[in-house]
């Protein structure tokens, strides 16, 4: 393993299954990082929705998830040549990939998370060691296995303080960083995952640009309460994480199904809407977090009109990270670069208040080159 250079290149592909982003990136001996080169690849329609099957229980599933796997080596493998052409950088000159693979099964509370990859096939088509599986030694600690950015959230955004990040992936997940207590994070609830998939039932748009079409609704406050007391998760503390496991589509049907009122589809995607902000906010109330300052990363900071919805219902300010110089894009995927480097370094990688686990741990696998 070449820990002596500080080159690194992080691959996420998160619960929205949009595809892969991959960053390289410098990172000092403080663990301060910096974005030389980005890409990304989106799945194929037909991988995406294989892996959205695996989600549920079906026939063959093993065999099933071994070759969507390796399938999705080869796209990350691509993802990696792309950034080293784009940086004229070589193999040799990077320490690390960190690989967070695709997450097909969340349940800290059972013990596991399953995340499909496949490190050593990417190891062997990049020639770049690949630290991978992340979230297994903070499960095996006692602790949630997630949020895992707040460590790096603390490093990258300390000079902003006080304030919140919000990550809106297909879940949404919160940091809030004060100069006078520890890092403090964790899930809130669904974001992206269910206004993509009713946007595609009804549009046949893969996601909500802007969420013009939610914004051209308008939210049913009794369905919204519905929602939101259907699933006790909401009202539990942290440490806490979710994922499709518990917030899908069909969990979204069901509570339609009993519903009173019929409604139209752009107003149960502006429901959705408010079903995120508000479950955000009233996260951050009870964590004694009121009026928030919150930056946006992932792909909700392009809902424009979520973001609105936020100030609306009593955030002081929902920017994108991009106001702070860091491409909203950008940061889960420089997350897993940095958390290569923690590795390499034999630093831990979670923080013990976010997760529940019952120490500081390194986090990860290595398979070399």
């Known amino acids: 393993m070449n820990s002596q250079t500080d080159l690194y290149i992080g691959l996420m592909s998160g619960t929205s ?53 390796n399938e999705m080596a080869r796209l990350a493998s691509q993802v990696v040549r792309q950034l080293l052409q784009r940086s004229s950088k070589t193999p040799r000159e990077i320490a ?24 050593a096939l990417l190891a062997e088509l990049t020639g770049i060691g690949v630290v991978a599986d992340f979230r297994s030694r903070d499960i095996a600690a006692g602790g949630q296995g997630a949020p895992l950015v707040p460590a790096f959230h603390a490093q990258l ?8 990040i919000l990550n809106l992936g297909g879940i949404a997940n919160v940091t809030i960083l004060s ?6 994070g964790f899930d809130t609830g669904p974001a992206n995952m269910l206004m993509d998939a009713w946007c595609e039932m009804h549009t046949g748009k893969a996601f909500d640009e802007n969420g013009d079409w939610g ?48 409604l139209k589809p752009e107003d149960v995607q502006a429901t959705l809407q408010h079903l995120t902000a508000k479950t955000v906010l009233d996260a951050l109330a009870a964590a004694g977090i009121r009026k928030p300052v919150i930056y946006v990363c992932g792909g909700g900071a392009k809902n424009r009109r979520l973001l609105e919805i936020l100030v609306e219902l009593g955030a002081t300010t929902a920017v994108p990270t991009d106001t702070l110089g860091v491409p909203a ?9 940095w958390l ?12 013990p208040q976010v997760t529940g686990a019952s120490g500081p741990r390194v986090l990860g696998a290595y398979w070399p080159a």
């Not at 100069?179 to 403090?184: A, F, M, N, W």
């Not at 290569?340 to 923080?351: D, E, I, M, R, T």
């Open 215 to 262: 914004a051209s609704g308008q939210p049913n406050q009794r369905l919204l309460e519905q929602l939101i007391a259907a699933e006790p998760w909401f009202s539990q503390p942290a440490p806490k994480s979710t994922g499709r496991d518990m917030f899908n589509l069909q969990w979204l049907l069901s509570q339609l199904e009993t519903f009173a009122a019929a």
């Open 179 to 184: 100069p006078e207590q520890v890092p403090v």
């Open 157 to 164: 955004f300390k000079h902003h303080m006080p304030c919140v």
């Open 329 to 337: 894009m950008d940061v889960e995927a420089t997350a897993f670069a």
């Open 17 to 69: 299954l949009d595809g892969i982003d991959g960053v390289l990136a410098t990172i000092d001996s403080g663990g301060s990082p910096s974005v030389l080169e980005r890409s990304h690849i989106p799945y194929p329609p037909q991988l995406r929705k294989q892996l959205l099957e695996l989600h549920h229980a079906g026939r063959d599933e093993l065999h099933t998830a071994a070759l969507l796997s």
């Open 340 to 351: 290569a480097w923690a590795f390499v370094h034999g630093k831990p990688g979670n923080l």
């Open 96 to 119: 690390a990939i960190g690989s967070h693979g695709q997450t097909i099964r969340h349940r800290p509370e059972l013990g596991y998370t399953l995340q499909l990859n496949a490190p």
